[in-house]
C-alpha cells in the first residue's frame, strides 16, 4: 500500500515556471514506476509524465509537455517531482501523482491531486 500527496500547484502566468512534488509513504517506494497524468475540466483523465523504477530511472513524456517537463524521483526522500517550465493555458488541470507496482503497465494507487491554473 502507498499513500501519495501531491503539492506545489497554483496560479501562473503562461511562460512561467511550477515544480510539483509527490510525497509517497511505505518502505517499498523505490521499488515502484510513478507517474503524473492531469484531468481538465471537461476532459478526461492523460497522461502526463512516469519514471520507472530500476536504477535507469528511464523517463517517459506526453508529447504535448516533451522539452518542458521533467519527472525525477528522490528514492531516499520517498518523493517524485514535475518541473513544469514555459507553462501555456492549456497545461491548466488537476494534476495527481500514481504509483504503478507492475512497470507503469497499470497504477495502482493516486493522490487527491492539486490544481495548476495557468492564465495567459
Known amino acids: 500500500q502507498v499513500q501519495l500527496v501531491e503539492s506545489g500547484g497554483g496560479l501562473v502566468q503562461a511562460g512561467d515556471s511550477l515544480r510539483l512534488s509527490c510525497a509517497a509513504s511505505g518502505r517499498t517506494f523505490s521499488s515502484y514506476a510513478m507517474g503524473w497524468f492531469r484531468q481538465a475540466p471537461g476532459k478526461e483523465r492523460e497522461f502526463v509524465a512516469a519514471?520507472?523504477?530500476?536504477?535507469?530511472?528511464?523517463?517517459y513524456y506526453a508529447d504535448s509537455v516533451k522539452g518542458r517537463f521533467t519527472i525525477s524521483r528522490d528514492n531516499a526522500k520517498n518523493t517524485v517531482s514535475l518541473q513544469m517550465n514555459a507553462l501555456k493555458p492549456e497545461d491548466t488541470a488537476v494534476y495527481y501523482c500514481?504509483?504503478?507496482?507492475?512497470?507503469?503497465?497499470?497504477?495502482?494507487?493516486w493522490g487527491q491531486g492539486t490544481q495548476v491554473t495557468v492564465s495567459s
Open positions: 519514471i520507472s523504477s530500476d536504477w535507469s530511472g528511464g523517463t
Open positions: 500514481a504509483a504503478s507496482p507492475n512497470g507503469g503497465h497499470r497504477f495502482d494507487y
